[in-house]
């Protein structure tokens, strides 16, 4: 196992709001782990506070110092691969952003990071300027799913639903709402939507807010597959 490199700096209180995002690295690779650093290095945004490369490392300081954001590697040595760090953080609240760095590209990966509640992914060919430009934008609260990932992670769940093919108990949605995630699930924009339905954008986003609500869910994905399995919907 590789010694966490962790710093036992912090930001006096005066200084919060111009503070760097503190960013954990979580990568079993060394030579990926040092383009990360370099990219966290060259942004003055974001401080690299911690480098490990398995879970159970991964997982101890992240309850412990609780940083701003984690880079996330899928395929990790041990028993504790990434998807269920992010569960696991996930489950206990932490407030830390993720951002997946994996060579994984297929449909079933993305998918399971976004229900796992990840802020973003990313493959590890992108370059060091793309990984700090996708490292601020999850820091400052955005999602960094690129089309293709979407697109990926809804063609998965459409085949999830598929197979399971049973309607369960259905839950207390409005029928607008289950308009509104009808629509969703072509993969249309919240825009789209509107136009479609005669609907304002702000009316569309409190319909799906609400969905995501009453299914439990944090992002449109997750409340699809949700509706989905309950029968509210179909995809594919």
Do not use: W
Request: charged share 25%; hydrophobic share 45%; aromatic share 2%.
């Amino acid at each position: 196992m590789t010694m966490p490199r962790v710093s036992g700096t912090t930001a006096a209180a005066t200084e919060t709001p111009l503070a760097p995002s503190r960013v954990l690295v979580v990568e079993d690779h060394p030579v990926l782990r040092s383009v990360i650093t370099i990219a966290c290095d060259q942004a003055p945004d974001l401080e690299v506070i911690g480098e490990v490369d398995d879970g159970a490392s991964a997982l101890e300081i992240c309850r412990r110092l609780q940083p701003d954001l984690m880079v996330l590697d899928l395929s990790l040595p041990g028993d504790i691969q990434g998807l269920e760090i992010a569960r696991r953080v996930r489950e206990e609240k932490l407030p830390i952003k993720i951002l997946v760095l994996t060579a994984r590209t297929d449909d079933e990966s993305v998918f399971e990071s976004v229900a796992a509640g990840v802020d973003g992914y990313l493959e590890k060919t992108a370059g060091v300027r793309s990984i700090a430009d996708t490292l601020r934008r999850v820091a400052g609260g955005e999602r960094a799913f690129s089309p293709a990932h979407q697109r990926g992670a809804i063609a998965e769940l459409g085949r999830r639903a598929h197979l399971a093919g049973e309607r369960a108990p259905g839950v207390d949605l409005t029928a607008r709402e289950v308009e509104v995630l009808k629509q969703a699930a072509l993969g249309l924009t919240v825009g789209q939507i509107g136009t479609r339905m005669s609907l304002s954008p702000r009316t569309v986003e409190t319909h799906l807010a609400n969905a995501y609500r009453k299914l439990g869910a944090r992002n449109r994905v997750q409340a699809l597959a949700q509706a989905a399995s309950l029968g509210l919907i179909r995809i594919g």
